[in-house]
């Protein structure tokens, strides 16, 4: 058999082929594209599970690397390639598994949409878009496939576009994600200008040896400003909620799977830029730990339930970039793995509840689904379990591993914050669990269990989040953290005591979500009523969407409305002014045209005269 | 005395040119006017031919002395009304001909100024040999193109003359 | 001893002459005699500095007789243009030719 590899670049390829074969022929036939879109993200997932294999049964710090000029300028050059190392075979089996799942999912959820054909082509470029992200082995080709996935990203959250809320919601997402871009692009640059190459491993060579960390600052955050707009991080979190306007397959695999993802896995591919300035690690680090429980503590009161889980993405995107920041790069990828079965498993399954109660979103209104619906219920469970950090599931061991980091990096506070974030998240997902699935309240509905095409994704997703854990766990001698570093990132030894506290920590946010909302033993009613000031707080997002818009209105239309009065008045004036004045001095001056041929040819004749004397007067002063 | 001689030449052909230019522009008479051209011509040829330029004085004496003066008399035919004296007027304003006389004469004086206070540096002697045999081998050699659009220029100003001379006949 | 310098010169006043004829009569027959006698002396610019200064060769005779070549062809189309415009006003005084004015 010849090598594996060297058929790796048509990963990313085979998707990108069926979506333009679906957009420029196929779009005719929606079951045709479906198909087609399903038999290639099913080649890519053979092909990275092959990879995958082999670089598995290798060495760590063996790595795969092919490259084309894609573009090349004085001072500029771009590959376009593949780089294939455990790191990228994780994700593209991350990648390849989800989006398998998710589009076999579509075929239940979306059946009948008469976007069919559309939805599976953007589909398709999505897959192809993260897959060539993920394969990159350089910060320019990097960049290209960042901006497609977020291309791809508006599309699908304004999928529907006949909503109003969905169009928004997909302008949002693309203008806050421009933010983080231009800064992540700058940052591109700047490495170009000061090391001369994008190329991971030749920077990767030089980076260590240059000190002058006025230089390495900048650059550091300007690149962290890519992941704080892809991955959602505080300030620039705000799309992120609204974009659950797209179809929930598409929540599930963009907005908590891969895409947003893609931001940590950014941070972990430069590591080595962010390990040599403590000073924008910490900042990472705390930027992920607020995000984590600021988003957390907005999830404890949302209604909706796609908003919830929605919140708990972006809490546990914060607690990936805090691992990242406190140097714990293998447990931020490590949890970036689990959660990505885990959420998608949640997302897909709040999906085929929403689809089984016909595009119901609100908690109350649903309740004792648990009968009605037993499958989704169940493996709702069970990655809500593993999203809380209940042993043995996989959330456990990620988490765990996260938190370890924190306290044995001499991060105290981190610590106590994940903690809390984890005792927050075990709540919020069994309010929700409880709230939903069993509870007292028997609305009227006519929920049915999903078909088999909806609930075979939800059933390897479970068994995933299930085992996926193992991979990093002190079972296996973290056989996760082996592959990932070259041993470049100390490696903690297990920690009995963490893990208990951990575990009961979790155990108790679930025990009192079960009070609350199961037994009812204290009025969640009275308990909003109490704490109404920071109930209303909580719900309203900390108004943050309220102070961007009138930061925008009082800033922006501001400083627009002086500068459209400058441009009325000022630059108007002078632009009509001028053109008065010439109006003017043409008024005056055309009585010098008489139409007379001779006069033209007097005027002509005076000025080779001026000319000729002139330059006669010039030569005899010069020779007198 | 050869210098004498043609200084001498040059004198009556320079005094015969500008006289009868003179006359070109001050005759009151078109006809007369024409007639002066025709002179100031030839005065032109007869230069040609005191500065070694034989074939030159050929073409001016052919083409101007005899087809562009025959043109401009019978121009002047076509578009006389009455007498001939008169026909040919100075400019309509004493201010318009005084500008005309002021940047003549200023022109003049300061070309002239110039060219008198000029060094020059005098070439070889021409080699003995045949000029039209040169100026053959520079019309078709180096500047063939020049040549040859010349050549189109011609026939296009005789089919743009027809058409303009025809008019409407509609 | 008859130099350059007299050759130029003597182009000079036709040339001036020329200029005069152009600027202030008011026939246009009479204005394209007056450019004639302008071409005239510019030929005979030519034709001088060819023989005094590079004499070994004919270029400037050449040029002569583009010189001509055009005057030729503009003296055509002039004629032409001046008989068109006395069919359409019945004159050939530049003065009654105002159209383009303000």
């Known amino acids: 058999m010849t090598n594996i590899f060297h058929s790796a670049w048509m990963i990313p390829l085979l998707p990108f082929l069926a979506f333009a074969l679906i957009g420029l022929w196929l779009h005719r036939w929606p079951k045709i594209s479906a198909g087609l879109s399903l038999a290639a993200i099913g080649s890519a997932f053979i092909l990275s599970l092959l990879v995958a294999l082999k670089i598995f049964s290798g060495h760590p710090g063996e790595f795969y690397k092919m490259s084309v000029h894609w573009l090349n300028m004085p001072g ?27 589009q076999i999912y579509s075929l239940g959820y979306m059946k009948g949409d008469p976007g069919l054909a559309s939805y599976y082509a953007y589909q398709s470029a999505f897959a192809g878009s993260m897959l060539g992200l993920v394969v990159s082995n350089n910060f320019g080709q990097i960049f290209v496939f960042w901006e497609l996935v977020g291309l791809c990203s508006y599309l699908l959250i304004g999928f529907w576009f006949g909503k109003n809320s969905a169009r928004e919601a997909a302008k949002k997402a693309f203008i806050t994600n421009r933010i983080g871009d231009f800064g992540f692009l700058l940052g591109i640059l700047f490495l170009a200008i000061v090391f001369g190459t994008l190329d991971y491993g030749e920077l990767a060579a030089r980076v260590p040896g240059y000190h ?7 650059i550091s955050l300007l690149l962290f400003c890519g992941p704080v707009g892809k991955s959602a991080q505080f300030p620039l979190h705000v799309w992120l909620p609204d974009a659950m306007e797209g179809p929930t397959p598409v929540s599930a695999l963009i907005h908590a799977a891969t895409m947003v993802a893609a931001g940590v896995y950014l941070i972990a591919r430069a590591f080595f830029i962010f390990n040599s300035t403590p000073q924008v690690m910490t900042l990472i680090a705390m930027v992920g730990g607020f995000t984590a429980i600021f988003a957390a503590s907005i999830a ?25 920041g406190i140097g714990a790069m293998t447990a931020g990828m490590f949890h970036l793995m689990t959660h ?6 949640l997302f897909l399954g709040a999906g085929s ?44 061991w990620s988490k765990d591993e996260i938190l370890l980091g924190a306290y044995t990096g001499g991060h105290m506070g981190l610590y106590l914050l994940g903690s809390l974030v984890a005792f927050m998240t075990a709540f919020y997902m069994f309010r929700l669990i409880f709230v939903v699935f069993f509870g007292s309240r028997t609305p009227e509905n006519h929920a049915h269990e999903s078909s088999p095409v909806m609930t075979g994704p939800l059933l390897i997703l479970a068994s ?47 025990l009192l979500a079960w009070i609350v909302y199961q037994k009812e033993l204290i009025s969640h009613q009275s308990l909003r009523q109490r704490f109404a000031g920071i109930y209303q707080l909580l719900l309203h997002k900390y108004y943050i969407d309220e102070i961007y818009a009138w930061l925008i209105k009082f800033l922006v239309d501001g400083v627009a409305h002086f500068l459209e009065w400058v441009d009325l008045r000022i630059i108007n004036g002078a632009v009509n002014g001028l053109a008065k004045c010439t109006g003017r001095l043409g008024q005056g001056l055309r009585y010098s045209e008489d139409g007379q041929v001779q006069t033209y040819a007097l005027y002509m004749f005076g000025g080779l005269i001026v000319v000729l004397v002139t330059a006669l007067c010039a030569v005899f002063t010069a020779l007198a | 005395m050869t210098m004498t001689i043609q200084n001498l030449v040059f004198a009556s052909l320079g005094g015969i040119t500008v006289l009868a230019a003179l006359g070109v522009v001050l005759s009151k008479n078109m006809v007369h006017s024409a007639l002066f051209l025709v002179l100031t011509f030839l005065g032109v040829g007869g230069i040609y031919f005191n500065l070694g330029a034989g074939f030159l004085a050929l073409v001016q004496i052919l083409v ?107 | 001893m008859v130099g350059l310098s007299h050759y130029l010169i003597l182009a000079s006043l036709l040339f001036g002459i020329g200029l005069y004829g152009v600027l202030s009569k008011r026939s246009a027959v009479a204005v394209l005699m007056s450019i004639e006698l302008m071409l005239n002396a510019v030929n005979i610019n030519f034709i001088a500095i060819n023989r005094f200064l590079q004499p070994a060769q004919t270029t400037g005779q050449l040029f002569a007789i583009f010189v001509i070549v055009v005057a030729a062809a503009e003296v055509a189309v002039g004629l032409a243009l001046i008989l068109s415009i006395y069919r359409l006003r019945k004159s050939v005084d530049l003065n009654d030719f105002n159209l383009m004015k303000w």
């Open chain 1, 300 to 324: 404890l009161v949302q209604n909706d339930i796609k908003r919830i889980l929605a919140y708990s993405t972006l809490s546990q995107l914060g607690y990936m970039v805090m691992a990242m």
């Open chain 2, 64 to 170: 101007y002395a005899g087809a562009i003066s025959v043109l401009m008399i019978f121009a002047i035919m076509l578009v006389m009304k009455g007498e001939a004296g008169g026909s040919n007027p100075p400019g309509p304003s004493l201010g318009s001909r005084l500008w005309g006389i002021y940047l003549a004469v200023l022109l003049t004086l300061g070309l002239g100024a110039s060219i008198w206070f000029s060094q020059w540096a005098p070439g070889q002697a021409a080699p003995p040999g045949d000029k039209v045999k040169g100026l053959a081998g520079l019309m078709l050699g180096n500047y063939v193109v020049a040549f040859e659009m010349a050549a189109i220029l011609l026939l296009l100003a005789v089919v743009g003359a027809i058409i303009l001379a025809k008019g409407d006949e509609k």
């Open chain 1, 212 to 218: 002058n960390l006025a230089v390495l600052i900048p």
């Open chain 1, 353 to 396: 509840v929403i689809h089984a109660l016909h595009d119901e979103q609100d908690i109350w209104n649903m309740g004792q689904l648990a009968k009605k619906m037993p499958f989704t219920t169940w493996t709702f469970v069970v990655g809500a379990l593993a999203l809380a950090g209940i042993p043995p599931l996989s959330g456990f």
């Open chain 1, 464 to 510: 995933l989040s299930v085992v996926s854990g193992f991979a990093g766990s002190s079972l296996t001698d973290n056989w996760f953290a082996y592959w990932i570093t070259n041993s470049a990132v100390v490696h903690h030894e297990p920690n009995m005591s963490i893990m208990v506290i951990s575990s009961l920590i979790a155990l108790s946010g679930i």
């Open chain 1, 340 to 345: 990505a079965f885990f959420k998608s498993l």
């Open chain 1, 76 to 102: 500029l050059q771009v590959d376009m390639g593949v780089l294939i190392d455990p790191l990228s075979a994780l994700m593209l089996m991350v990648v390849t598994i989800v989006a398998l799942l998710v």
